[in-house]
């Protein structure tokens, strides 16, 4: 009921439309505090699913990360950075979210060189807030051959994050993430938190690994995983060192694909601090080992990271499958011999490697491709919105949580790898 203090009179409003009231009344409130456009917008102050960290009762994952601060290595990096972020949230998040949500660019997927046009026209047109580059980087077997790579953030700095796109041709959700992160992150105020992140962590980014595939896929053939025919039809995230099996579309030999080759060149160059390959198929986060049972040496560490991106995750997305979360071989049914993953941790020593499954849909059948594999386009910015904010997370670990020296443990990586079985699978320690 509402009490008018003027009359003292009791008006009773059945509760339908009381609630409309007070939404009405909440709307007005909070409309008066959407700040002008003059004034900046924090957009690393927004949620991975559109709310506040305040409505369930948690802390920011910012301030929850000092807990754990010192876990990540001994030498220079540890502490809290004078004037870091202390929160990546905001009361009004969704109305800030507004400004970055240019609907008439995400009515439908972008085809390959769509997206590198675009990626491009952001250095070419000087348009990005903070520093931005890109480049072709050969390979040094195949020099016609090469990878199209994006720099975001800071140039000089032992702070480092890699992300891959696109190594299944299929998977086009992938590489239209890159490109929404890209515009988040060029949209950045100067003074915002994601500026301050971008100050001290550089991001490099692979949009599409495997070009020639996209590129079929945009012509037609909808389920194409593997590289086209005339660069072998191999599977790239087969392609690498550990636990390699010479099968399938695995390639004959470790590295016989110059996509492959380039990706390890990358990683022993810039010695990232952790390494994010993007896929779809279901909705993941994980960690290695890709076709190995057990936890390798550094779970503990990777399992935290792993629970603060989780939970700064609010799944299901649309009719996405829920979001699986833990080792590789703890939450899937089957095995990654080759893994682009388990090389990176291995091999590059990067401790925080990960492989996301972004988009998924378990009421399809597996041969309706491009349904099962990305979503439907009036959902596309939605998803991809909320993936280019969980990089923004992946982000801000690394800055407020990773020191500089934090490499793999060596110990261990050596083992007989015991294949991941279907029969076999362990789900006792998801995050």
């Given amino acids: 009921m509402l009490m008018y203090p003027f009359s003292l009179r009791v008006v009773r409003l059945p509760y339908k439309q009381f609630l409309y009231l007070c939404i009405v009344v909440l709307y007005a409130v909070d409309s008066a505090n959407v700040p002008n456009s003059g004034e900046n917008v924090d957009l690393m102050q927004t949620t991975l699913g559109g709310r506040s960290s305040a409505e369930d009762g948690k802390q920011p994952m910012a301030l929850l990360l000092h807990h754990h601060r010192g876990d990540e290595g001994t030498g220079k990096g540890k502490g809290k950075r004078r004037g870091s972020p202390t929160s990546i949230y905001s009361e009004n998040d969704m109305l800030k979210n507004t400004v970055l949500k240019e609907v008439d660019v995400w009515q439908n997927y972008h085809n390959t060189d769509d997206i590198l046009d675009r990626l491009n026209m952001f250095g070419e047109q000087s348009s990005c807030a903070i520093p931005f580059s890109t480049q072709w980087v050969a390979d040094q077997y195949e020099p016609g051959k090469g990878l199209f790579v994006v720099r975001l953030g800071a140039a000089n700095t032992f702070k480092r994050v890699l992300v891959a796109a696109g190594e299944h041709a299929r998977e086009r959700i992938t590489s239209e993430v890159i490109l929404r992160f890209v515009e988040q992150a060029c949209a950045a105020p100067k003074n915002s938190n994601l500026a301050k992140v971008f100050a001290e ?231």
């Avoid at 039809?233 to 099968?247: G, K, Y």
């Avoid at 059948?365 to 990305?374: A, I, L, Q, R, S």
């Fill in 201 to 431: 962590v550089g991001v490099t980014l692979l949009p599409v690994v495997n070009l020639e595939g996209r590129r079929a896929v945009d012509a037609g053939d909808v389920c194409l995983r593997s590289t086209v025919e005339s660069e072998g039809s191999i599977d790239l995230n087969r392609n690498m060192d550990v636990d390699f099996i010479a099968q399938n579309e695995h390639g004959p030999y470790p590295f016989s694909t110059y996509q492959a080759r380039v990706m390890k060149h990358l990683a022993e160059s810039e010695k990232p601090l952790a390494y994010i390959d993007i896929h779809s198929g279901t909705t993941a986060m994980t960690s290695p080992w890709g076709a190995r049972h057990g936890e390798p040496p550094d779970y503990p560490a990777q399992k935290r990271m792993l629970a603060e991106l989780k939970r700064n995750f609010y799944p299901p997305l649309f009719n996405s499958a829920a979001l699986k979360v833990g080792r590789w071989g703890s939450v899937m049914t089957y095995g990654m011999q080759g893994a682009v993953m388990d090389h990176m941790y291995a091999k590059q020593g990067i401790k925080h490697s990960m492989l996301w499954e972004v988009w998924g849909d378990d009421d399809t059948p597996e041969k309706d491709c491009d349904v099962v594999f990305n979503p439907p386009a009036h959902t596309l910015f939605d998803v991809v919105d909320h993936w280019g904010k969980a990089l923004q997370h992946a982000a801000l670990y690394v800055y407020e949580n990773v020191t500089v020296d934090a490499r793999t443990i060596p110990r261990g990586l050596e083992t007989t790898p015991i294949l991941v079985d279907e029969s076999e699978r362990q789900a006792h320690d998801h995050v």
